[in-house]
């Protein structure tokens, strides 16, 4: 049975999204504010965190912050609508997905299960059976989840991992935010800085010059675009800053 730490001080909303959870097979435990979250998350890592954004002691984005930097623990974060801003420093903060207020708590269930299934732990047949995929300096193991660079493993996000290993299956190919958004997050609509925002931290763990990307591009107009070699020299890289 996964394990889901849900850190919320507002009581209904905890009793609520523990209620769906329950009945959804999960073994589910509540916290009401950030130090204790941080201390349990420590002690006994679950399998999942459902942060809420506003927490007494300590924010939902320092809990975040720390619990990362102990390791890959998934991370939904709750935010209130229209926050944008706090729903990008969220998923730069490490938050592998994020649900706002107010929510269906089926949806929360839904993303819960996404989210777990992709972080999974792969069967011995298909540890044996998916090659590993290569290009450039990067190298991926879709069974195992573990990329390197330089045979220097990368800490990647749950989505980080999941977008590195789209770009590395479809190299060259120009694919707009939409298509990312519905192939690599399951979403039919959604935020598109959800994945500016990946794109972005995906750059500074693989590129050599985050500012001057030669792996992941922007192609204007489109979206992004994969490529392995780097480009020709004299080759005007535009696209290197734009957010879009």
């Given at each position: 049975m996964k394990r889901v730490l849900v850190v919320d001080d507002d009581p209904t909303v905890s009793e609520v999204?523990?209620?769906?959870l329950d009945r959804a097979g999960f073994a589910v435990e509540t916290i009401a504010d950030g130090p204790t979250a941080v201390a349990r998350a420590t002690a006994q890592p679950p399998d999942l965190v459902v942060l809420d954004l506003m927490l007494p002691g300590?924010?939902?984005?320092?809990?975040?912050?720390?619990i990362r930097a102990r390791g890959p623990l998934p991370v939904i974060m709750l935010t209130a609508r229209g926050d944008e801003e706090d729903r990008i420093l969220g998923l730069e903060f490490g938050a592998d997905d994020y649900v706002t207020k107010p929510f269906s708590p089926r949806e929360l269930v839904l993303r819960v299960q996404s989210v777990l299934r992709r972080a999974g732990v792969p069967t011995a047949r298909t540890a044996r059976s998916e090659p590993w995929l290569r290009a450039g300096p990067l190298s991926l193991d879709p069974a195992g989840r573990?990329?390197?660079r330089d045979e220097t493993e990368l800490a990647l996000t749950i989505r980080e991992f999941d977008l590195l290993e789209f770009f590395l299956r479809n190299p060259g190919r120009a694919t707009s935010r939409e298509e990312l958004m519905r192939r690599v997050w399951g979403w039919e609509f959604g935020d598109l800085s959800t994945v500016t925002v990946h794109v972005r931290r995906l750059r500074e763990k693989i590129e050599d010059d985050p500012a001057r990307p030669h792996l992941i591009s922007t192609v204007w107009g489109v979206g992004y675009r994969f490529d392995a070699a780097p480009p020709p020299e004299g080759t005007d890289e535009r696209g290197a800053h734009d957010d879009r």
């Open positions: 999204v523990a209620g769906y300590m924010d939902g984005l320092e809990v975040c912050r720390r573990r990329a390197t």
